[in-house]
């Protein structure tokens, strides 16, 4: 009975050596499998050491109390499960620091391709329609015709003023096509991003101030030639020659004019007829009409009359005042004969040339 005692116990100790050999075998296995799978991306390693850590838990976990059950040896198997635990929990750590790392990539990558996928939208903003009384349509002609003005001196969309250092969000004046703008810019934004830059409005800015006011003290019988003019009261920007009646525009824009004289009308029993034209480089663009008839009176009859315009204009184009229709003996009252004019809003991509 002894020695069969003896040689059951022997088997059960080589058993058991058996079983820690196959052990540390199987570690090192897994270890240089770890040391391998370095070499390839983190996605792989994190599915592999899952997979490993699940099969240590239970796989090994299962296989252990069945090696043993001959054996009735829980005290070594609980001490093997001790030692599995202390592997598995400093790789359950690390397994969630890089699923963290992971995931805080994936958020990058996300943005990344956001970013793509925007500048490829800019991109072909220039190919697509304009609908009319669409804002979004007026807004992507504006950043279009904001992108073609590069290279101008001044500043003409918020990615301009981003370049040249602007951080803080605000109002800001840039250059649109033929006046300046303002803008919003919120720099917190990204350039693709539709709130990145909203129009507000345009800005009343001249080179130079343009404006002129001259009368005539003198009454002009005559037809068909420019109206002349004694006094010039004002004349700021030069474009005014009171001796020859003309005015020549010193800039590019868009000008008011308003005129306004008084028509004196004899005596007479027949329709009388009084006519002023507002001539553009020798075009009518403009005319004033009066009449009288019946007029009982011995002397004469006075009639007041005005015209007014906006015009657009170009530097070096000529606007002047002509009768152009007058009855006998039908004359342009004295003392009582004004012109005015100013600029209104100067085309500054002409100006700026």
Known sequence: MNLKGNVTQLMLVLSLVRYKLRVCNENKLILSTILKMARFSAFRFIVLLMTWQTFATFTLGEKLPKE????????????????????????????????AKISELEVQVQRQESLITSMKNQESTNNLPVSEN????????????????????????????????????????????????T?????????????????????DVKTAPVYFYVNRNSHLPTANVSITYESARVNVGGGMNAATGKFTAPRTGIYFFSFSAVAAFPASSTLLEFSVGLYLNGTLIGASY??????????????PFSLQSTVSLNKGDQIWLQIRLLSSRVYLANHYTYFTGWLIEEDLSQSLL
């Open 290 to 303: 009066v009449e009288e008839a019946n007029i009982d009176s011995v002397n004469h009859h006075d009639c």
């Open 134 to 181: 669409s804002e979004t349509n007026s807004a992507l002609v504006r950043n279009a015709d904001a992108d073609l003005r590069q290279g101008t001196r001044l500043p003409t969309s918020c990615l301009d003023l981003r370049a040249n250092g602007h951080t803080s969000s605000g109002l800001y004046s840039i250059m649109g096509s033929k006046f300046v703008e």
């Open 68 to 99: 043993f059950d001959d054996a009735k040896s829980k005290e070594t198997y609980e001490v093997l499960v001790q030692q599995i635990n202390k592997i598995t929990k400093p790789l359950a750590a690390k397994l969630a620091l890089l699923e």
């Open 183 to 203: 803008v919003f810019c919120d720099f917190s934004k990204q350039s693709f991003e539709t709130s990145f830059q909203k129009w507000i409005g345009y800005v």
